[in-house]
């Protein structure tokens, strides 16, 4: 069983705080995407990771997947309550199907 | 920008009952996809379609359900006899045509189903 454990699982700070997501796995994944998904909505696309060691941003989140490609994590600089949300892991190994991790919950205090 | 439909948003019947869940995927994509997720819980594989047929499948996925390509834009999950366990959000998927694990699965709103 291919599992992605997530953390933390909450994760409530102040605005204008940094903050970091961990997505971790004893598997290897061809590729792993971050999704944020709203209450009753579809996941929707952050990023997809592909090589090890790969960085990519997107205004002020960072997304680096492990050179093992075994883990990846999700860093918010300076954290605005708009960022409030659920964001999710998926990683890819054989065929197209996606594992997804638990979620975290973020919370943004203004 | 592209995006993944799926109609009705919301379905309630009776345990038993047949339901037929819709989606239009990503016009040029050709890898489609189902999950559920059940409230308060992971999002979970389906099964992944491909090429006019079942690519894999979890064992989630029994002889209940069952997926279509009935045209060239729709994808159906079919459920034959819905089970109280089987109320959850179901959310189709699509990615593109290279066929690689690297592609990326665009997602659909979700259909809450509710068996009573």
Same mark, same amino acid.
């Given at each position: 069983t291919q599992l992605l454990e997530q953390s933390p699982q909450f994760l409530s700070i102040q605005e204008g705080e940094n903050l970091t997501v961990y997505c971790n796995s004893s598997s290897v994944f061809s590729s792993l995407q971050w999704y944020r998904q709203e209450p009753g909505e579809g996941p929707v696309l952050l990023v997809t990771v592909v090589t090890g060691g790969e960085v990519k941003k997107l205004k002020r989140l960072t997304f680096q997947f492990g050179d093992a490609r075994k883990d990846s994590s999700l860093h918010i600089t $300076? $954290?605005?309550?708009?960022?409030t949300g659920l964001y999710l892991c998926a990683g890819a190994r054989w065929g197209n199907k996606l594992v997804f991790g638990a979620g975290t919950i973020l919370r943004v205090k203004s | 920008e592209p995006e993944v439909t799926q109609t009705p948003s919301h379905q309630v019947t009776q345990m038993g009952q047949e339901v037929i869940l819709r989606c239009v995927p990503i016009?040029?994509?050709?890898y489609f996809y189902w999950y559920r997720q059940i409230l308060g819980q992971k999002v979970e594989f389906l099964v992944s379609f491909y090429n006019n047929e079942i690519s894999e499948k979890s064992e989630?996925? #029994? #002889?209940q359900f069952s997926v279509e390509r009935p045209d060239g834009s729709n994808f159906t999950l079919k459920i034959r006899s819905t089970k109280l366990e089987d109320s959850a959000m179901y959310f189709c998927a699509s990615s593109g045509d +290279?066929?690689? +694990?690297t592609d990326t699965q665009y997602f659909g709103p979700g259909t809450r189903l509710t068996v009573l």
């Open positions: $300076a $954290a605005q309550p708009g960022d | 016009s040029n994509h050709l989630i996925f #029994d #002889d +290279s066929g690689a +694990s």
